[in-house]
């Protein structure tokens, strides 16, 4: 069966952000290990905890679109097993269906308010206090992560209405 161009650009984002992952967890320890060897060494890397600190606001916000893609996120495991063990799955099918939908309504409002936030702190010009980089650019993390999530949640809400 022929792949949709949805599932195909899905793919594609994921490949990225896991790469993306990968590389700004290593990014991390190092910079952790650097901070402790500097500690080690009486040496104040005052950089070390914002930078630590943006990196893992990515990697949450991003990871959890990727959780939520590969199903990795709270469930109601008991009720969906119960139900999909049923010969009838059109129940199964449409609780799947209002926990996307609740998700997308959730991820959007999560967008919204988290591009707000990101506009406001770069018209104000809020900075960092140890690099003096915009604020928002921790924030702006958020925003790429909420909007993943939207983006699988359509992907997910049309592979189950195909389904029916």
């Known amino acids: 069966m022929e792949k949709k161009l949805y599932t195909k650009i899905g793919n594609i984002i994921e490949n990225i952000f896991i790469k993306f992952i990968g590389l700004a967890a290593?990014?991390?320890l190092f910079i952790v290990n650097l901070a402790v060897l500097a500690r080690l060494m009486k040496i104040s890397i005052s950089?070390?905890?914002e930078i630590i600190k943006i990196i893992?606001?990515?990697?949450?916000?991003i990871g959890t679109a990727l959780a939520y893609k590969t199903d990795?996120?709270?469930g109601i495991t008991m009720l969906e097993e119960y139900l999909y063990k049923k010969s009838n799955h059109k129940i199964y099918k449409l609780l799947k269906l209002f926990q996307h939908i609740i998700i997308i309504v959730f991820a959007i409002f999560c967008t919204y308010q988290s591009y707000l936030m990101t506009i406001r702190q770069f018209s104000y010009g809020e900075l960092t206090p140890a690099l003096e980089i915009p604020a928002?650019?921790?924030t702006l993390g958020f925003v790429i992560g909420s909007i993943i999530w939207i983006y699988y949640g359509i992907e997910k809400i049309i592979?189950?209405?195909k389904l029916n």
């Open 136 to 138: 928002a650019i921790s």
């Open 72 to 74: 990795g996120l709270i």
């Open 159 to 161: 592979q189950y209405l």
């Open 47 to 49: 950089w070390s905890d």
């Open 26 to 28: 290593i990014i991390c």
């Open 56 to 61: 893992f606001i990515y990697i949450v916000y």
